[in-house]
Nanobody
Framework: QVQLVESGGGSVQAGGSLRLSCVAS???????MGWFRQVPGKRREGVAT???????SYADSVQGRFTISKDNAKNTLYLQLNNLKAEDSAVYYC??????????????????????WGQGTQVTVSS
């Protein structure tokens, strides 16, 4: 059974930083992984993805502020959130695809292309 467990969410003021972690029960070395976020009443949005070879892709709204990374030795995915804005407030989800994404899927950041999901962690940014 695949498990993805997120942590690191919380409340922060605008301009602040957070670091989200996702411990996976799978081999992150060979997997494509991503961070998505969702606010009530809206579709889940792909924030950032990282392929098995380390290639990354970001939504325009977070480019230059968020950094996705992974530690394959620990099977852990990270998302560093800097210069946070009120509009970044959402539940953040870790997702995994048990194979390489490739350039197209990596850049599309579509929910449907990922097979496994964590339970989510809340990020709240106050202005």
């Amino acid at each position: 059974q695949v498990q993805l467990v997120e942590s690191g969410g919380g409340s922060v003021q605008a301009g602040g930083s957070l670091r989200l972690s996702c411990v996976a029960s799978i081999d992150t070395y060979s997997s494509c992984m991503g961070w998505f976020r969702q606010v009530p009443g809206k579709r889940r949005e792909g924030v950032a993805t990282i392929d098995s070879d380390g290639s990354t892709s970001y939504a325009d709204s977070v480019q230059g502020r968020f950094t996705i990374s992974k530690d394959n030795a620990k099977n852990t995915l990270y998302l560093q959130l800097n210069n946070l804005k009120a509009e970044d407030s959402a539940v953040y989800y870790c997702a995994a695809r048990l194979r390489k994404c490739g350039v197209i899927f990596l850049r599309l950041r579509r929910e449907v292309d990922f097979n496994y999901w964590g339970q989510g962690t809340q990020v709240t940014v106050s202005s």
